[in-house]
């Protein structure tokens, strides 16, 4: 009969040193600037969602082209992007590989829908609108999969 060590298997593996920690600077400074920009979605579409559907981004009204205006939807979408905005400010000032990661990849896949909506519904954008809006949307994914990539294990 064999006996059971009161260990548990270790999967540890030493960590490959091009690998650099869940708080390295580069991941931790990704992290910022995606809550900042988690926020500055949220905070408006939360509290003032007709002004940001008049004009968000930054004035530009592109929201507005996608009718109809709905408060629900636009507030509940702003919680969402406030608690995204939440847990990378968590990841960044306690940042873990356990976080991170799962954090990082559940933001592509939201923004991925997100700029694969967009991509598909630029009626009504001018070429420079529909440019600016689907190039800033894919630098949301491209910021989250940088973290993604530095933690990543051989």
Not at 2 to 30: G, L
Not at 71 to 78: A, P, R
Not at 130 to 144: E, P
Request: proline share 8%.
């Amino acid at each position: 009969m064999a006996t059971r060590s009161s260990k548990p298997a270790s999967k540890s593996r030493s960590r490959n040193q091009k690998d650099p920690p869940a708080d390295a600077a580069p991941v931790r400074i990704c992290l910022v600037i995606l809550g900042l920009t988690a926020l500055s979605i949220g905070l408006p579409a939360t509290f003032a969602p007709e002004t940001f559907y008049t004009d968000y981004p930054f004035f530009t009204a592109l929201v507005k082209l996608l009718p109809p205006y709905n408060e629900h939807l636009i507030t509940d979408v702003g919680g969402l992007y406030i608690g995204f905005g939440m847990m990378f400010g968590w990841a960044a000032f306690r940042p873990s590989r356990q976080l991170v990661l799962p954090l990082c990849w559940a933001w592509i896949v939201a923004q991925s829908l997100h700029f694969a909506f967009h991509i598909s519904n630029l009626t009504g954008f001018t070429t420079t609108e529909a440019t600016i809006q689907q190039v800033g949307l894919a630098f949301y994914i491209l910021l989250a999969l940088v973290p993604v990539v530095l933690l990543r294990r051989s």
